[in-house]
């Protein structure tokens, strides 16, 4: 996991699946789907992003597309940096 996506998944576990198996979350759960992010903490990651890493978020960019994984999310931050 690349360290964009240790960070993001150490932020997601702290403060929305509190006392949750780590070994849960995996790179590719769908934090959509699964009821992980919903528009309040969509917006609460897109703080803690724009924060840790030094980026600018976009309105347009807090998607499902951008937004669905782990993956997808440290992809996003690597493209922006």
Do not use: C, Q, W, Y
């Not at 998944?9 to 006392?19: A, H, M, N, V």
């Not at 949750?20 to 995996?26: I, M, R, S, V, W």
């Not at 992980?36 to 969509?42: E, K, R, V």
């Not at 976009?58 to 931050?77: K, P, Q, R």
């Amino acid at each position: 996991m690349s360290p964009e996506g240790k960070a993001v998944k150490d932020f997601i576990l702290r403060e929305f699946l509190p006392g949750e198996d780590p070994d849960e979350l995996k790179e590719d759960t769908p934090l959509f789907g699964s009821g992980i992010l919903d528009s309040l903490a969509t917006l609460r990651l897109s703080v803690f992003l724009e924060d840790e890493f030094g980026i600018r978020m976009e309105a347009h960019e807090l998607s499902e597309d951008n937004l669905g994984t782990i993956t997808d999310i440290a992809n996003l931050v690597a493209s922006k940096r």
